[in-house]
């Protein structure tokens, strides 16, 4: 069975500075998919980021992007020019190309940014 | 186009009662999952169901029950609550062979005294 670790409860870092959040996964598979995840206090979870396994180039989304390693089980996100809104639980998620295509979680990162 | 809905939104329970949760997709996903989230361990799959009237167990499904008698809705019930129920659950759904992820609805806070 796959698993995913997030090993930093909590992170915090002051507003216009950089931060990075760490995951590592198990996995047997060659193919899959890994995502992050932001909750707000609101609750919903919203994707931030998605990676192919497959694909060697490292995903970006405007300020966030992803250092994906694959032979080493690492996909650590790191966010640039840390605004207050993006104080929230960050999820490292993996996913299989097979199957239900259920989601694995990590336990989470609480992200604090300080003005 | 509301996405994925859950209803209700709270609940407080008392030990032994039963309730049951909704969820509803108006995207005709043929995937439909439930999560329940508890302080410091993320996310974790209660039971999935990949097609109307199909379910499955997911990593933490004892005390639970679940039907898709529609493929637009995915019920959880709880037959006899417990107060390690008390929990934060999460509907998503998706559509077969997505590369896209999962949509998920607003959660469920559910408190179980």
């Known amino acids: 069975a796959q698993t995913v670790t997030q090993s930093q409860p909590e992170m915090s870092v002051q507003e216009a500075e950089t931060v990075t959040l760490s995951c590592t996964y198990d996995?047997?598979?060659?193919?899959?998919?890994l995502f992050w995840y932001k909750q707000p206090p609101s609750r919903q979870m919203i994707l931030v980021i998605r990676?192919?396994?497959?694909?060697?180039q490292n995903a970006t989304e405007n300020r966030f992007s992803v250092n994906f390693q694959k032979a080493a089980k690492s996909f650590s996100l790191k966010i640039s020019d840390s605004q207050l809104g993006d104080a929230a639980m960050y999820f490292c998620a993996y996913r299989s190309y097979q199957g239900a295509q259920k989601l694995v979680f990590g336990q989470g990162t609480r992200l604090t940014i300080n003005p | 186009n509301a996405g994925v809905t859950q209803t209700p939104k709270f609940r407080v329970l008392k030990t032994g009662q039963s309730m049951t949760l909704l969820c509803a997709q108006d995207m005709n996903h043929e995937y439909m999952y439930w999560y329940r989230q508890d302080p410091g361990m993320g996310l974790r799959l209660i039971h999935y169901s990949v097609g109307e009237g199909t379910t499955a167990k997911g990593e933490v499904p004892d005390g639970y029950n679940v039907s898709r008698l529609k493929k637009q809705n995915f019920l959880l019930g709880l037959e006899s609550a417990a107060p390690s129920q008390t929990s934060v659950y999460f509907c998503?759904?998706?559509?077969?062979?997505?590369?896209?992820?999962?949509?998920f609805g607003p959660g469920t806070r559910l408190t179980v005294l």
């Open positions: 996995t047997s598979e060659s193919d899959y998919y």
């Open positions: 998503a759904s998706l559509n077969r062979g997505g590369m896209d992820t999962q949509y």
């Open positions: 990676q192919e396994a497959y694909k060697q």
